[in-house]
């Protein structure tokens, strides 16, 4: 048995598009005193007071969660990423007189001029038993690309509004290079023990909808779970899966089907729920369960039952894609206006924009107003964004950085390195259980003794 309960390490980082400065509004954000420890060689890369880490990648402001062990947790540490933008942007403002937004959007016009697009996305990760998942990782094939009916993030490509945005850039099913934007990354980096292995979702969509994202994290931890354990033993292999992966995102009336290897055909409805969700409710018969998964099933089984159906309006408060389908492309001038001399198509884009933006106030005012649901309070994502999980791995970090910050060279996910005169010497923590108080101070004196202190 690979897992007691359905409890699975998991975590999430997210781009957002940042302008032409990120690198100031990391610095500003530093400035706000959430940053535990900055190394000294001056890369723009923090560990965050909640245990999660911010940095500069690829030009664009990004910041992780720490590890979570449940899509809930998890989905109040990634409202916290929001709050960490919102954060650096205000403080740019104050700094420079300069508003810059940040946008959790999915694509982007490419600033280069290289492409069309670019990309700008939301990775997740899920800690798995290696044994149990390398020979099996074909089983999540099926699955990443047909999940878009219930999590895509919604948005225009080309004037057209898709499902998912992002399922014009996937170049390989499998690949261990991020900018393949592989539907499934064999890119190997655990940062656990060697029997763990991470599955790596690099082609993935930030959404702002947190009942999207908290059923996101749900359903593919539940499936990675009994894909482990046995209880998802076949699925049909799919023809063609990145043409059926743009074939199923172009059409939004809800009659979704897939071309099998086979020959046969399958509503993509019927798959996820003979090839999956009986997968998962297996599990659940097996497993301790809590009540926040019961919930997390309970709304899965309600919603598929609305694509089932075709009753896709139903889901206008609740699926990302559904909500922006319903505001921008279906009701757009009863919620936004357009500015003067913008075009029907441009005014819709902004509005995707607008929506996305964590430092505009359009998203929090729907749900005020009750058009979104939501799955945490904002008293849990502000413990989210102060505090790291309790009994994790982030409160060692937190930890270590606050007491011995000036005897660090690094400080990782999993590793660091002491300064003791002139070398480094490394030190590991590859665990992610097991972190009480008296573990973590059992830690610190062990460090402690190795500089001296």
């Known amino acids: 048995m690979v897992h007691v309960t359905l409890e699975m390490w998991q975590g999430a980082e997210q781009e957002f598009a940042a302008g032409t400065n990120p690198v100031g509004l990391f610095e500003s954000l530093w400035r706000h005193g959430v940053f535990v420890f900055r190394p000294p060689d001056n890369i723009p890369r923090a560990c965050l007071s909640n245990g999660g880490v911010c940095y500069i990648h690829s030009n664009l402001f990004e910041v992780s969660t720490p590890e979570c062990r449940d899509s809930l947790e998890l989905v109040a540490y990634e409202k916290a990423c929001e709050g960490f933008a919102r954060l ?46 390398i020979d099996n990782m074909h089983k999540m094939v099926p699955y990443m690309v047909l999940r878009q009916i219930l999590f895509g993030a919604g948005g225009y490509v080309g004037g057209v509004y898709m ?36 599955v790596h979702v690099v082609n993935g969509e930030g959404t702002r909808s947190d009942y999207t994202t908290f059923l996101k994290y749900s359903f593919t931890s539940y499936v990675l779970t009994a894909i482990q354990r046995g209880l998802i033993d076949h699925v049909p292999e799919l023809t063609n899966p990145m043409e059926q992966n743009r074939k199923i995102s172009s059409n939004l009336e809800g009659d979704w089907g897939i071309d099998l290897v086979d020959g046969g055909k399958i509503k993509v409805t019927d798959y996820l729920n003979a090839y999956y969700l009986e997968g998962v409710e297996k599990v659940f018969s097996e497993l301790e369960v809590h009540q926040h998964d019961r919930f997390a099933l309970k709304e899965l089984k309600w919603v598929l039952k609305k694509l089932e159906e075709g009753l896709i309006e139903d889901l206008a408060s609740s ?12 009701d757009f001038k009863s919620y936004f ?7 029907e198509a441009s005014a819709k884009r902004a509005a995707t924009f607008q929506y996305s933006s964590v430092t505009d106030p ?92």
């Open 337 to 343: 206006l357009a500015e003067k001399g913008l075009d």
């Open 88 to 133: 650096a942007s205000w403080g740019f403002e104050e700094e420079t007189g300069q508003k810059v937004h940040l946008y959790k959007t999915n694509i982007a016009s490419d600033p280069k001029h290289l492409e069309q697009y670019t990309t700008v996305g939301a990775h997740e990760n899920y800690l798995v038993e290696r044994e149990t998942y």
């Open 362 to 453: 359009l998203f929090d005012s729907l749900v005020e107003e009750h058009i979104i649901k939501t799955v945490v309070s904002e008293k849990e994502v502000e413990s989210a964004f102060r505090n790291p999980p309790e009994d994790s791995r982030g409160e060692f970090r937190v930890a270590v950085a606050k007491k011995f910050g000036k005897n660090l060279d690094t400080l990782s996910w999993s590793y660091l390195k002491l300064k003791k005169g002139y070398s480094s010497i490394p030190y590991y923590f590859s665990s992610l259980e097991g972190w009480d108080e008296t573990s973590i101070e059992i830690k610190l004196t062990e460090i402690a003794k190795i500089i001296g202190n």
């Open 319 to 330: 699926l990302e894609w559904v909500i922006k389908l319903s505001l921008i492309e279906r």
């Open 163 to 198: 499902i998912s945005p992002r399922v014009i850039f996937p170049k390989k099913v499998y690949s261990e290079t991020s900018t393949d934007y592989p539907i499934i990354s064999t890119r190997d980096e655990p940062h656990a023990y060697e029997k763990f292995f991470r």
